[in-house]
T-cell receptor
Framework: EAQVTQNPRYLITVTGKKLTVTCSQNMNHEYMSWYRQDPGLGLRQIYYSMNVEVTDKGDVPEGYKVSRKEKRNFPLILESPSPNQTSLYFC???????????????FGEGSRLTVL | AQKITQTQPGMFVQEKEAVTLDCTYDTSDQSYGLFWYKQPSSGEMIFLIYQGSYDEQNATEGRYSLNFQKARKSANLVISASQLGDSAMYFCAMRTGGGNKLTFGTGTQLKVEL
């Protein structure tokens, strides 16, 4: 089954304790991206990657790191989480948009993170 | 800068009625794609419909249609014959910058009533 898998789905942590949210897709997609969803703000792009070893900042990259060492995986790293990073996080992937496809995003189920 | 505006934080519609969710966008790119996603209370993001900037016809997918007015920079979602299961948050989104950049609106919470 084609899917994007995120782990953990739920996490409560404390300020400053490094954590990683993993994301894996099995659709051989070039493009992967991370978003955070906050009430009243919609989804905001944190980082994206167009291919292996190619990453770039989205709209709200501060406090986050990513890496893309393999095509299928795109982990999100919070080196020193703070309470303002409490949010619902989504990983998504897609083919590169072009004539053959719309570039529709496939989303993971979301990871709800609470930083105390 | 890219921007998506959804001006309706919440809407109510009677079952079996049609409803229009508004979306306006702003971009200087000539090539872009517009999407609508549904987020039920369970939290997952479900793709509904897509419209390319060069598509001359409005997109339709079952009960969903996208009313694309390029000159007005609007991409409204029309849901016909609403069902209780349509109650959800709906997000309009735009893909620009050769596909790198994805911008979402703040969403519209739709409630379908009996």
């Amino acid at each position: 089954e084609a899917q994007v898998t995120q782990n953990p789905r739920y996490l409560i942590t404390v300020t400053g304790k490094k954590l990683t949210v993993t994301c894996s897709q099995n659709m051989n997609h070039e493009y992967m991206s991370w978003y955070r969803q906050d009430p009243g703000l919609g989804l905001r792009q944190i980082y994206y990657s167009m291919n292996v070893e190619v990453t770039d900042k989205g709209d709200v990259p501060e406090g986050y790191k990513v890496s893309r060492k393999e095509k299928r995986n795109f982990p999100l790293i919070l080196e020193s989480p703070s309470p303002n990073q409490t949010s619902l996080y989504f990983c998504a992937s897609s083919l590169r948009p072009g004539q053959a496809n719309t570039g529709e995003l496939f989303f993971g189920e979301g990871s709800r993170l609470t930083v105390l | 800068a890219q921007k998506i505006t959804q001006t309706q934080p919440g809407m109510f519609v009677q079952e079996k009625e049609a409803v229009t969710l508004d979306c306006t966008y702003d971009t200087s790119d000539q090539s872009y794609g517009l999407f609508w996603y549904k987020q039920p209370s369970s939290g997952e993001m479900i793709f509904l419909i897509y419209q390319g900037s060069y598509d001359e016809q409005n997109a339709t997918e079952g009960r969903y249609s996208l009313n694309f007015q390029k000159a007005r920079k609007s991409a409204n979602l029309v849901i016909s014959a609403s069902q209780l299961g349509d109650s959800a948050m709906y997000f309009c989104a735009m893909r620009t910058g050769g596909g790198n950049k994805l911008t979402f609106g703040t969403g519209t919470q739709l409630k379908v009533e009996l």
